[in-house]
């Protein structure tokens, strides 16, 4: 068989495996008429007027992009502004922006970690850092979600010097909060690093919305902390904060950080913007969490299939995958956007659909979604 047959015969197989277990991802172009419940802009800053213009001025005063790396000459005077102002309100000494939240991950435990290093993950983290743990080839164990005896279980049986524990904040198909007291208590015990990717409590949790480690929590209990700009920001990028000695490191080993463009100033200018307005206008996240009461309250009263989240994501677990599918297109042909989250994102039996909620929501949104999931609901009986 010629070389590009076989490789041809690869990618065909394993396109059938995926389709025969209802596995296979369909990118659809967003619909702006649809009501978005699917994607993280949880207080809806990406179509803010304020940051949209903060990010054209941006672009029209450093250019459209940043022209190199940053420790060529792509690092611009906003970026300084943007990493002092992400320490400051994460009460961190410094911090350093990566393009992604996934590079960012990539990037620290790459630099962090090699085959003598101990890494310790919540059962449910993100994909980004379990794929930053094999690339690091260090020795990685996963403990049992959210359960600080299993970890300190496991960190007793570890004789590696440089041990690191790794969480997501809020989980990101879930919706539920890291004990973040109980893994500072349980890496201090054990002289491990704590590690917190807080991409989905930032902005959103804690005095000011700094996350749900915040101010309370600093270097010496925490670490390194990682922050997306993605989401509750509403713009892009991602950065890690905490002491000089840490972001230095970052800078010089880091190798997602070292070897690709550094981010657009217009992002940056964005950014800034909107992390003013998050700290100065709390109505955003007060509108938020009086959405995510409500249509809790609501749910429950409907019987349907929901969580335990107290943030903006709602996971409603409906089992299978054809399930699913179903009432994602349902909810499609209503007019509504909703992910349908499906193996191998989540484990088997265990397909839901991820509602978000956004403070750019209105409660005639939330009560259609919740009238079109009461006849998805009822259809099943």
């Not at 491990?192 to 915040?214: R, T």
């Not at 990682?226 to 190798?255: E, M, S």
């Amino acid at each position: 068989m010629p070389v590009s047959e076989a490789w041809h015969q690869r990618l065909a197989n394993a396109r059938a495996v995926r389709q025969h277990a209802q596995q296979w991802r369909t990118r659809r172009t967003r619909q702006p008429h649809l009501v978005n419940f699917a994607d993280n802009d949880y207080l809806g800053l990406a179509t803010d007027p304020r940051v949209q213009a903060a990010q054209a001025e941006g672009a029209r005063r450093f250019g459209a992009g940043a022209g190199a790396s940053h420790l060529v000459n792509g690092h611009h005077a906003i970026h300084d502004a943007l990493e002092d102002a992400l320490a400051a309100w994460t009460g961190r000494e410094r911090a350093v922006l990566f393009s992604t939240g996934y590079m960012a991950n990539l990037g620290v435990l790459q630099a962090l970690a090699d085959t003598h290093t101990a890494i310790f993950h919540d059962r449910l983290n993100h994909a980004s850092l379990l794929d930053g743990s094999a690339l690091s080839g260090a020795r990685s164990r996963r403990y049992h979600h959210n359960d600080s005896d299993d970890l300190s279980r496991l960190l007793a049986r570890s004789r590696c010097t440089h041990k690191l524990v790794v969480s997501d904040g809020v989980f990101s198909m879930d919706g539920d909060v890291a004990d973040i007291e109980a893994l500072v208590r349980v890496s201090q015990q054990h002289a491990a690093w704590l590690m917190i990717d807080d991409a989905h409590g930032l902005g959103l949790i804690g005095n000011n919305g700094s996350g749900c480690v915040g101010t309370r929590w600093g270097s010496d209990q925490v670490p390194i902390l990682v922050g997306t700009l993605g989401k509750a920001l509403g713009t892009a990028g991602a950065f890690v904060a905490g002491d000089a000695q840490l972001i230095d490191h970052l800078t010089q080993f880091a190798r997602s950080y070292i070897y690709t463009t550094a981010q657009p100033p217009g992002v940056s200018a964005a950014t800034l913007e909107a992390l003013a307005i998050v700290q100065r206008e709390p109505e955003h996240r007060l509108r938020l969490a009086r959405h995510i009461d409500y249509f809790r309250e609501e749910a429950l009263r409907l019987n349907l299939p929901l969580g335990e989240s107290r943030t903006p994501i709602q996971p409603l677990y409906l089992g299978g995958e054809s399930r699913v599918l179903q009432w994602a297109e349902q909810l499609y042909q209503a007019g509504i956007d909703v992910g349908a989250i499906r193996p191998p994102t989540v484990p088997r039996a265990e397909s839901r659909l991820r509602i978000t909620l956004s403070a750019r929501h209105s409660r005639s949104d939330i009560d259609r979604l919740l009238e079109t999931l009461a006849a998805c609901h009822l259809e099943a009986l």
